[in-house]
């Protein structure tokens, strides 16, 4: 009896020491005092931490955290970055559940609408400063993105063009081949597939696969076929609904990405090479020695894969690229925007949205800025300068169109491009599905 | 311990109780109702979720038929395998004088984790063949390379081009692939669990076995598998949770695609990707009604031991 009385007692000590000892620890961070939100470049000003959310990690993390540096001289918090590819889901579990981030960087702008339309984000106009320098450094066509309902909520950094096809060209040069122009059609590109087929090369590298994703990379191709060939006034009635998916000119868009991935001998791996290669391993093989394919599309961001897996490779020499033919630019841009208007949070925002901190991204490559006061000097290379100017010299420039619908569309375009490749046959069961997701 | 301090017990499983309410009741109940909620988990629509994952109407978004019979397949076959598997390994690594180091060697794999395990066989499974294992071995042996995680044709497309039919729904290659990752896992514990069993069966009935003239087939047949099934019931209940509850080991390996969805997957799509609470949680709703029957077997066996202690 007196042993199980002197357990119980041992247990219940025990019991509240591990009580106290969870509540007595977070003495350190308490709230700072009076709070000034802008440094005067004098004492390291204190704002608390800012908790950050993107999908960087890696290579693309350091180079996020050398952007932060000057950020963190001026003040005494820290940033916390946590970086996922499956941003969507956690970013959603945690607004949910009431613990939403700082700030969120993803790279697909429905869900930054649901919450903007949800009242959940904070306007930029809540931290002082903030709007008018966006509004006076920004474009237009990225402005109006970034609003909703009248209220700018966000702004883009590091956008990326996707009307890029990346070449070797050693490959073209040795089979006596020109790259394309914007001034050139798609069928002018299917002719020099087939040229390049014929001298004994296979023309492209295609991977799809990426996990619960696998099928983005083709729905780019067939979104900036649809901006070439419908032109701008029909992708955008895609993306408001106005024009259903299992329009004509939707259809001549797939049909066209069709004639590329089922033509014999077009894909390294044919169309189920395709589906199995993952997107950043399918940017290798026209740049292997010996080169297994000839031609890539992927977007801007396929120059940071070829520069590290070679890092012999010189920027122009033995990779390039060439404008998507027909002269329409789709791109898609990281945006940042912020969940409520602390001291740090807003710092933060401003100093993410200036041109100077950006410039230190671009001067060490794979980012590109669509401030304006980033001058195209600033790119460490010929090709990385001419993404940017491609995307900023474009005279018609669309977003991403699903990452620009989001949501359940987003998700049944995935599915309908892995779906597609497998079976040309199935195209018009597949619009209509696609449709069927609009809610 | 009945009598003055029948609150002692109690006392003892309390804050196992205040867990298991917090983090399993309480979302349990708050998932029943917004089963009954509509996506934002506003307004009450009675059964129209449930309505929803019965007709299937956005099959390119969120397949439910597709999950529901995946995970029909994954109980039977993954079950189907990892049993037997583990039954003979537990058999004949009983025999041999190296067991401890053979069970070891078949027991790691349950010891990492499902995501690392997944990891290692998406790198198995690679369809360039300087990558991936499997289709290095395919490509040696003169075949063409497969694309095991995204092959939705008959499991004997791996021999042959397309397959000679496309067999229906879920008995496809990617499938098995996923399965056979499973049953990797997870033979070892079956194979420790019945080993344990079999040691428990005393020498002296197989010594008269093996007197009155049986063979060892025999003996494995007629004498060891009736005493073990008690086990072989535990191990097979305990692997169909296993099986139904199957998240992970999708989730990185395929994340749910080409049609490799199960029902854990779906409702965590539904939930946190496409933003439709509604829908997740009558598929979550639908898988505990699932388990709740194996589970109430598996407890009442477990009574009846206990009883008959």
């Not at chain 2, 496809?172 to 428990?200: D, E, P």
């Amino acid at each position: 009896m007196r042993r199980g009385w002197s357990l119980g007692i041992f247990t219940v000590v025990l019991a509240s020491g591990l009580v106290l000892a969870a509540c007595g620890g977070d003495d350190d961070d308490s709230a700072s005092a009076t709070p000034t939100s802008v440094s005067d470049g004098g004492e390291p000003v204190d704002v608390g931490d800012v908790d950050v959310l993107g999908i960087w990690g890696a290579d693309e993390l350091e180079k996020f955290e050398a952007m932060v540096k000057p950020w963190d001289d001026l003040y005494t918090g820290n940033v916390a970055f946590t970086g996922t590819r499956d941003i969507t889901a956690i970013l959603t579990t945690r607004v949910e559940g009431g613990n939403p981030p700082d700030i969120a960087i993803p790279a697909e702008i429905g869900l930054f609408r649901q919450f903007a339309s949800e009242g959940k984000l904070t306007p930029l106009s809540a931290c002082p400063g903030l709007e008018s320098q966006v509004r006076n450094e920004y474009p237009d066509s990225f402005i109006d993105l970034a609003t909703v309902d009248g209220v700018l909520y966000g702004f883009f950094m590091k956008a990326d063009t996707k009307g890029t096809i990346w070449y070797n060209p050693k490959v073209f040069a040795e089979n006596n081949v020109e790259p394309l122009t914007a001034d050139s059609s798609f069928d002018d590109l299917i002719a020099l597939s087939q040229t390049l087929l014929d001298a004994g090369i296979t023309p492209w590298s295609v991977g799809v696969e990426s996990g619960a994703a696998s099928g983005w990379p083709g729905s780019d191709w067939i979104q900036q076929i649809l901006l070439n060939e419908a032109g701008g006034e029909v992708y955008d009635g895609i993306i408001d609904g106005s024009i259903p998916f299992t329009d004509e000119k939707m259809k001549d868009a797939w049909e066209k990405f069709g004639q590329i991935i089922h033509a014999e001998g077009f894909v390294l791996g044919g169309p189920t090479g395709a589906n199995a290669t993952g997107f950043q391993e399918s940017a290798f093989p026209p740049f292997e020695s010996p080169p297994q394919a000839a031609m890539l599309y992927l977007g801007g961001f396929a120059s940071g894969f070829i520069a590290d897996q070679f890092p012999n490779a010189v920027a122009g020499e033995d990779y390039d690229f060439f404008t998507f033919p027909g002269g329409g630019i789709t791109g898609a841009a990281n945006i940042a925007y912020a969940f409520n208007s602390d001291p740090g949070t807003c710092s933060l925002m401003l100093h993410l949205a200036k041109g100077e901190s950006q410039k230190i991204w671009v001067e060490l490559g794979g980012f590109t800025s669509v401030n304006k006061e980033v001058s195209l000097d600033s790119y460490p290379d010929a090709v990385t300068r001419n993404q940017a100017d491609q995307l900023v010299a474009a005279s018609d420039f669309r977003f991403d169109l699903d990452d620009a619908i989001g949501g359940a569309v987003q998700t049944a375009v995935f599915t309908a491009v892995t779906e597609y490749i497998s079976d040309a046959s199935s195209l018009d069961a597949i619009l209509a599905g696609i449709e069927a997701a609009r809610q | 311990m009945v009598g003055r301090r029948w609150w002692v017990p109690w006392l003892w499983l309390a804050p196992a109780l205040i867990l298991v309410g917090v983090f399993l009741l309480y979302p349990s109940i708050d998932t029943f109702r917004r089963s009954l909620l509509d996506a934002r988990s506003q307004d009450f629509v009675g059964l129209d979720n449930y309505r929803f994952i019965i007709e299937n109407p956005q099959p390119l978004v969120s397949d439910t038929h597709v999950a529901l019979w995946n995970n029909f397949l994954w109980l039977f076959v993954f079950t189907a395998l990892t049993v037997p598997f583990g039954l003979v390994l537990a058999v004949l690594t009983g025999r041999v004088r190296y067991e401890a180091l053979a069970k070891s060697a078949i027991f790691i794999p349950m010891a990492i984790s499902f995501v690392a395990a997944a990891v290692i066989w998406r790198f198995m499974y690679e369809f360039n063949a300087d990558i991936g294992t499997a289709n290095a071995v395919t490509t040696q042996l003169g075949g063409e390379p497969t694309a095991w995680l995204q092959d939705k044709h008959s499991p004997l497309s791996f021999v042959t081009d397309a397959g000679p039919d496309n067999l229906p729904g879920p008995l496809q290659l990617n499938n098995f692939s996923l399965i056979i990752v499973g049953t990797w896992m997870w033979t070892g514990f079956a194979m420790v669990v019945l080993s344990a069993g079999l040691k428990g069966i005393s020498s002296e009935i197989l010594e008269a076995a093996r007197v009155d003239g049986g063979n060892e087939w025999q003996i494995f047949w007629r004498i060891i598998i009736p005493i073990l099934s008690p086990t072989i019931v535990v191990v097979a209940t305990t692997l169909v949770i296993q099986a139904l509850k199957k998240f992970d080991l999708v989730w990185v390996m395929t994340g749910g695609r080409f049609d490799t969805d199960v029902v854990a997957t779906l409702f965590f799509k539904e939930a946190f990707v496409i933003r439709d609470f509604g829908v997740g949680a009558a598929l979550a709703v639908v898988l505990l009604m699932w388990v709740v029957p194996v589970m109430v077997i598996s407890i009442r066996r477990f009574q009846f031991q206990e009883e008959t202690r």
